[in-house]
């Protein structure tokens, strides 16, 4: 099965700061992998799918990018609202594994 | 609106059962694919389980395989999730979540939306 490697565990950041999150495939998955926000206490968000496609209605300071093994969620000016522990998840085949998560808080 | 609304989460003994549904509204049902998810206390989402929109194809991890059974009425709009021989591991949110359009294949089966989740608990 495919491992789906999320780095960093954690990060901590100030509001107005460009942050990354890399999201790792043991093996190439195209680009069939979505990304999700879970606020805290909340129900998991879809955020971008296709590796880099946009859901309806989310802000456009994230944005995806990569293809293959190696992926990145970029949010371009950290808000307070985006306090969140984000997933990566490839979807093109079973088991449609989840990354362990990346925790984000503010400085 | 589409939503997705769990049910059926409890406090289970080990080894005990327990069937978990989802009802659908705001769109079409049968044309979707659906998941299983679920979120130990503190833990990462897993992905546990998949049927297809006419029930063709499903799929299970490693985890619950000869355990649970997904299953889908189409004419009810409802999805469930049979969990037999219950373990403290189990202990989870579990979110229905909806999958890829017929057609579409797997390479659309993003997950949008979820539900609101159901706790179930085993213990003894």
């Known amino acids: 099965d495919i491992q789906m490697t999320q780095s960093p565990s954690s990060l901590s950041a100030s509001v107005g700061d460009r942050v990354t999150i890399t999201c790792r495939a043991s093996q190439g998955i195209s680009k069939h992998l979505a990304w999700y926000q879970q606020q805290p206490g909340k129900v998991p968000k879809l955020l971008i799918y296709?590796?880099?496609t946009l859901q309806s209605g989310v802000p456009s300071r994230f944005s995806g990018s990569g293809s293959g093994t190696d992926f990145t969620l970029t949010i371009s000016s950290l808000q307070p609202e985006d306090v969140a522990t984000y997933y990566c998840?490839?979807?093109?085949?079973?088991?449609?594994?989840f990354g362990q998560g990346t925790r984000l808080e503010i400085k | 609106e589409v939503q997705l609304v769990e049910s059926g989460g409890d406090l289970v003994q080990p080894g005990g059962s327990l069937r978990l549904s989802c009802e659908a509204s705001g769109f079409t049902f049968k044309s979707y694919a659906m998941n299983w998810v679920r979120q130990a206390p503190g833990k990462e989402l897993e992905w546990i389980s998949y049927i297809s929109s006419i029930s063709s194809n499903i799929y299970y991890a490693d985890s619950v395989k000869g355990r649970f059974t997904i299953s889908r009425d189409n004419a009810k709009n409802s999805l469930s999730l049979q969990m037999n021989s219950l373990r403290d591991e189990d202990t989870a949110v579990y979110y229905c979540a909806r999958g890829a359009m017929v057609g579409a294949g797997l390479i659309s089966n993003w997950f949008d939306p979820w539900g609101q989740g159901t706790l179930v608990t085993v213990s003894s």
């Open positions: 998840q490839k979807y093109n085949s079973a088991p449609f594994t």
């Open positions: 296709a590796a880099s």
